[in-house]
């Protein structure tokens, strides 16, 4: 019994070391061809129209032989580099090596703001398979140097990570710079048409505030400066914006160029209390002999606190203006109308007050008495011209008629019958009543001549008609 047992031991022993022995040796059998490379992603760059080299090793690291592998560039955007890969193909034994190239050519004419351009270079046989990264960046030959910020005429030089500061509501800012051609002389390309866009993000009740410099055409290794200006709105949050630069052009052979600076904060600072006036005015301004006038105040808190204690004063002594106004309600702070409030003021200005020009000063102030903010705003004074009674004149009205007169010539001696008679049209003027208003001494003038022309004529007929009796 007990020499069955150790039998049927030994069988289970013997099947259990020979199921081992296949566990052992399936991994070495599925893994007998293999291959690694030196690394999984290559990247170069170089500027347009230029080449460019890289490489990577290829090493046999399973048990067996391999035969006819292949090196070929597929799943790209990279048409048009002329990509090499080479060996092509080629055997690798047990532990050897392949050093592999990859060469090409940035096209001249490249766009630079689409870099990087990938695709993927695959390694295989009919045993095994890999594949490796390819990523070309194009270098964009335009940049940006030595870049100020004036806040205020405050100037200080910036570069990405620093912060612009001492920025308030109606700040105005320069920033100015130089846009550079990285190009070398050697090289001699031109970038045509260069411009640069300053951007202040969010600064405008959450619009951004853009502002662009046409620089023109940068030389090889030259540089040509830029400027922009900005005023932050009166209406603005206290906070930190984003500044972003972006330079930005294409060179003579055709490829574009762009270059982007971020990482610029602009600070938006308030003080406590800062009650401003955004705009005094004058209704009418000139005044003469109507001397009403109205001034009108617009008052902004720019302030980080609402102010509850605003008073409004105005004055000019010369023309009897000296008013103070407490009535003013709260103004809050922060942004919107809720910041904002406009008075009217009514003066009527003394008859005695001579003719010039009388600036009339308005004044702001908070907690009562502390001064904020002062403006001058000119009335303007002039004589006042009654105009004259007028002049009574005893004259008489003339128009000119389109009637005319006939005036009656007698014809010379020895002229007979009616053709002798001259008619002549003459224009003349008459007074607003008509012929009946010319004086007498002409109108007793015009029927003398009437009847001595009567006269004549009627002797006239009846010598002829003598004459003709005799001859008869």
Known sequence: MRKG???MEKRIVVSLSA??????????ALGAASIGTSANTLAVSQKPGKGFSTSFIISNNGTDNLTSIANALVTTDLSGFNITVAPSSFNLNVNGTQPVTVTGTVPKDINTRLSPFRGTITISNAQVSKSVSLEVKADKQLTLDNIKADVDSKS???DSGDTIRDAKPGSKIVIRGDARNLFTDNEDVTIESVTVTVTLKDVDDGDDLEEEDDVGDVE??????????????EDVEQDDYDVVFNVEGED??????????EGITLKVEKDRHDILIEKASISPSRISCSRGINVNVDLKNQGREDENEVVVRLENGNV????????????????????????????RISDDVSPGTYPITVRVFYETDVLSDLKNVDLIVEECKQAAP???????????????????????????????????????????EGIFSIPTPYLIGIGAVLAVSIIVVIILVIVVYTMKKREQ
């Open 320 to 347: 009897g203006i000296s008013q103070e106004d407490t009535s003013i309600p709260e103004i809050e702070e922060g942004t919107g109308t809720d910041t904002e409030l406009s008075k009217n003021y009514a003066f």
């Open 390 to 432: 007028p002049k009574v004149e005893d004259q008489e009205s003339q128009e000119t008629s389109d009637d005319t007169s006939v005036v009656i010539t007698p014809p010379p001696a020895g002229d007979t019958g009616d053709e002798g008679l001259e008619v002549i049209e003459e224009p003349i003027s008459e007074t607003s």
């Open 19 to 28: 199921l081992l022995s296949v566990m052992i040796m399936m991994p070495i």
């Open 220 to 233: 090889a290794d030259e540089e040509e400066t830029f400027r922009v200006e900005f005023e932050i709105p």
């Open 156 to 158: 200080k030089s910036i």
């Open 5 to 7: 047992v150790i039998t």
């Open 252 to 261: 003579e052979n055709g490829a574009k160029h762009d270059f982007v600076l």
